[in-house]
């Protein structure tokens, strides 16, 4: 496996064009927006600079990751000699069905179609195809480069043999692979997303303010970052969006979306990307300030 095809060049599709680009794969890097693309290879080329700058890497070895990466917009010709796809476009079901549609006329034969979808059923993706068994879930994590975790989704009618390629393929690029089954949120955001749920409850029901909540949950569990911070990294529409997959697709009324997530999204609210979320990111990332919403209690 040599040639590698990623479509959309956003927040997931550059971090792994990167990293194949890194680990001597030629990459075709496909989106429908020439600015996005352009975008893609400034930011590549900025991470890769970090990447130095911590002296993981040198010039040299960025100049070649770079120039193993070749750009279009069209498609066709940016999938016709990939050995593997891996789509990273906008979560969107009727897109991602039309995209491997698309790619099933495109693409060689023998190629493995690989999706990084956070909550669309791989299943149904590969049922677009005539290839389901050559379909798969590559789910990386963000930000692509640092993280270590692939997560391997088997649709319903994967193949064994194309599950080991992709497995064997996310060590060669120094990642930890974990197979997991195609059920709605797969393993990662079925555990994430309701703890991101009830840390809203949490605060929507008055037990503690957003602070409070994210202290309790970084310094007594020691994770990274609190988990209503978490959710404005992920976008709070992206989390309602996955929570309304877990609960359509198990039926449970414990993955009812908090009534707070709903409102806030509807109000525009959707953390990082909108400048506010639970907390206010006008200022920049760095600065913690609990948005206004926030600053009193929610029963009060
Ligand atoms: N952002 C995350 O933290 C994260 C983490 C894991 C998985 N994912 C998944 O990765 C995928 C991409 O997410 P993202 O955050 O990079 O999105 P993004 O919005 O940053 O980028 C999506 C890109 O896809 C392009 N695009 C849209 N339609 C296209 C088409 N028909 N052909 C080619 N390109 C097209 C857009 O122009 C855009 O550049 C989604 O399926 C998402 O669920 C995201």
């Not at 890497?57 to 990751?65: R, S, V």
């Not at 877990?246 to 449970?252: A, C, I, K, T, V």
């Amino acid at each position: 496996m040599k040639k590698i095809a990623v479509i959309g060049s956003g927040t997931m599709g550059n971090g792994i064009a990167h990293v194949f680009a890194q680990h001597g794969f030629l990459v075709s890097l496909i989106d429908i927006s020439e600015t996005a693309l352009q975008k893609a290879l400034q930011t590549i080329s900025k991470n890769l600079d970090r990447m130095i700058a911590k002296g993981n890497l040198t010039e040299t070895q960025k100049d070649d990751a770079l120039q193993h990466i070749k750009t279009t917009t069209d498609l066709m010709t940016g999938v016709s000699e990939a050995d593997l796809i891996v789509e990273a476009a906008t979560e969107n079901v009727e897109l991602k069905l039309k995209i491997f549609q698309e790619l099933d006329m495109y693409a060689k034969t023998e190629a493995i179609l690989a999706t990084n979808t956070s909550s669309i059923s791989i299943t149904k993706i590969a049922a677009a195809t005539k290839r389901p068994a050559q379909v798969i879930g590559m789910h990386f994590m963000n930000p692509v480069p640092v993280m270590k975790l692939v997560e391997v989704i088997r649709g319903y009618a994967t193949s064994d043999a194309v599950t080991q390629t992709i497995m064997d393929l996310a060590i060669k690029l120094d990642k930890v692979p974990t197979e997991v089954n195609d059920y709605p949120g797969f393993v990662s955001n079925r555990i994430l997303m309701p703890m991101i749920n009830e840390a809203i409850y949490t605060l929507y029901e008055g037990v503690a303010g957003v602070n409070e909540i994210d202290t309790v949950m970084k310094l007594g569990m020691s994770h990274p970052m609190g988990p209503l911070q978490l959710a404005d990294f992920i976008g709070l529409d992206v989390c309602l969006y996955i929570l309304k997959v877990l609960h359509d697709g198990f039926g449970n009324p414990k993955y009812a979306p908090c009534p707070l997530l709903v409102n806030m999204v509807q109000a525009g609210h959707k953390g990082v990307k909108s400048g506010s979320g639970f907390y206010s990111w006008q200022h920049g990332t760095k600065d913690l300030i609990v948005a206004d919403r926030f600053k009193k209690s929610l029963k009060s």
